[in-house]
């Protein structure tokens, strides 16, 4: 049997199950309810509709303008778009969280809290990407040994043979850039949620521009590297982003540990 068969159902399945899995272990770890993993995948929802009208009446038609720029290197402009789409996406969704914690959560103000939110809220991009790839996937299997002529138009045809014989001839281990890529963007997407929960928190503004800050550099590297370096660079990327962010959920957790152990070592 052909490994692709497997490589590419567990890349959408494992991007599915994998936001669940986490959402599932911790409510059943710290004993909580599904309300605020919810709130999470609302505020990403909300987000994506927001985004969709920003970026196509606005940010995709100024890039387009930007790309006619015969001045500038096509390097430059693909850095200057890739901050412009991050920015955007940055401050929508970010703006959206802080929201989130001020009128819809204002009772999640622990980091298990912030947590559960940012599972939410990765996991419902995570779900979403993960149901379409394996939803292509069931088309290219359909399709796989079918006549393509009697499908589509003969001007068409050209380019869907060239997208067949490009998926089923792809290395194995570039079938699962998806599941990689999520499993790393996840802590990501926590981070983020416990960083704007410290302007709560700490009663400090500026962790919500810092959160800006990070999210806008995680989508600009992630952008250009999807488009300068190869599959598996462009994964290193993904992988030192959710790293990076794992310490900052475990300095967090610790921290506020931390700050429990005196509170009760005063109390006493």
Known sequence: ??????????????????????AVIVIRKFDLYWRLFWIGVAVFALSQIILTVLNNYLVYPFLNRLNGNAVLSSVTVLIYSALTVGLGVALVEELLRYGMFRWWARDARSWVDGTLTGIGHGGAGAIFLGALVFYNFINMVMVKNTDLSTIVTPEQLPYAQAQVNAFW???WYTTLNDVIQQLFTLPVQIALALVVLQTFIRKQWYWLIIAIMAHTLFEASRVVAQNLLSPLLANLVFVGFGLASIAVILAFRISEQQKQLSTNAAEA
């Open 169 to 171: 001839s792809a290395p």
């Open 1 to 22: 049997m052909n490994i692709l068969y497997v490589t590419y159902a567990l890349d959408g399945l494992l991007t599915i199950a994998i936001p669940i899995i986490l």
